[in-house]
Antibody, heavy 123, light 111 residues
Framework: QLQLQESGPGLLKPSETLSLTCTVS??????????WGWIRQPPGKGLEWIGSIYYSGSTYYNPSLKSRVTISVDTSKNQFSLKLNSVTAADTAVYYC???????????????WGQGTLVTVSS | QSVLTQPPSVSGAPGQRVTISCTGG?????????VHWYQQVPGTAPKLLIYGNINRPSGVPDRFSGSKSGTSASLAITGLQAEDEADYYC???????????FGGGTKLTVL
């Protein structure tokens, strides 16, 4: 059974860099059939796609966050990571990592999710 | 403000049928992009409920069904059960935004 687990600091100060890692177990991140992504959910609000990465390193980012986001992959550790620069209180959210199935954009969906990790930005 | 519009809340009694709509536009659902649905029990991660407009992953009861027409999609739940009380989100792709988008979510209350 595929499992994803987020890890990283839960409390940041404004202007700091958010860094999270997703560890994939029960399957290979190097599979040619999937992308891997980050999605966040502010408290009491809806879901927002942040970005996705392929095992080769190819990335897609939400245009609204693109200037501050970097997603990378480490196939040797079966992990992928998220960095979000210059955080503000508006970046306070539960951050989920997920597997994206459906290689074609027209069909893509997220079928396996991590449990999520709350990141709070506060001075 | 999401480009996919869902009603904030719906409710129904046990055993009843409810539907949740997801209204998009010409740059997402209307452009032919598939619609997918997720169920989120408060405090837990979203769970894939319907993919590719109408398909259920293994383990999802057939009480859940999806449909798509034009610029909208719907999730139907029949034989409502107390355990169905959760938030439901639709998801698709929007080419004008160049990214995957979610609806604002619908809270289902089982009366």
């Amino acid at each position: 059974q595929l499992q994803l687990q987020e890890s990283g600091p839960g409390l940041l100060k404004p202007s700091e860099t958010l860094s999270l890692t997703c560890t994939v177990s029960g399957g290979s991140i190097s599979s040619s059939s999937y992308y891997w992504g980050w999605i966040r959910q502010p408290p009491g609000k809806g879901l927002e796609w942040i970005g996705s990465i392929y095992y080769s390193g190819s990335t897609y980012y939400n245009p609204s966050l693109k200037s501050r986001v970097t997603i990378s992959v480490d196939t040797s550790k079966n992990q992928f990571s998220l960095k979000l620069n210059s955080v503000t209180a508006a970046d306070t959210a539960v951050y989920y990592c997920a597997r994206r199935s459906g290689m074609a954009t027209i069909k893509a969906f997220f079928d396996y999710w991590g449990q999520g990790t709350l990141v709070t930005v506060s001075s | 403000q999401s480009v996919l519009t869902q009603p904030p809340s719906v409710s129904g009694a046990p055993g009843q049928r409810v539907t949740i709509s997801c209204t998009g536009g010409s740059s997402n659902i209307g452009a032919g992009y598939d619609v997918h649905w997720y169920q989120q029990v408060p405090g837990t991660a979203p769970k894939l409920l319907i993919y590719g407009n109408i398909n259920r992953p293994s383990g999802v009861p057939d009480r859940f069904s999806g449909s798509k027409s034009g610029t909208s999609a719907s999730l139907a739940i029949t034989g409502l059960q107390a355990e169905d009380e959760a938030d439901y989100y639709c998801q698709s792709y929007d080419y004008s935004l160049s990214g995957w988008v979610f609806g604002g979510g619908t809270k289902l209350t089982v009366l």
